[in-house]
């Protein structure tokens, strides 16, 4: 039974870090490819995400993204 468990929150664990990696992966790439961010935002952005990276990526995801700056 101690081999299931161990198993099973193996697995999930697995599971939780490739979305995070995908998560963070794909907040990163988009900032640099962003045209409408300068250079000092995207600095900003990357900063945010590797202080916070999960929370971080998907405030830049479901908010950042979309955001044009001067």
């Known amino acids: 039974m101690h081999f299931?468990?161990?198993?099973?929150?193996?697995?999930?664990?697995?599971?939780?870090?490739?979305?995070?990696l995908i998560l963070f992966l794909y907040a990163?790439?988009?900032?640099?490819?962003?045209p409408n961010l300068n250079q000092i935002t995207k600095l900003l952005w990357i900063l945010i995400i590797l202080v916070a990276p999960i929370l971080?990526?998907?405030?830049?995801?479901?908010w950042g993204r979309n955001q044009s700056f001067l």
């Open 56 to 62: 971080g990526s998907l405030i830049y995801i479901f």
């Open 4 to 20: 299931i468990s161990e198993l099973i929150s193996g697995i999930f664990g697995l599971i939780f870090f490739v979305a995070y």
């Open 28 to 34: 990163l790439l988009d900032i640099l490819k962003n």
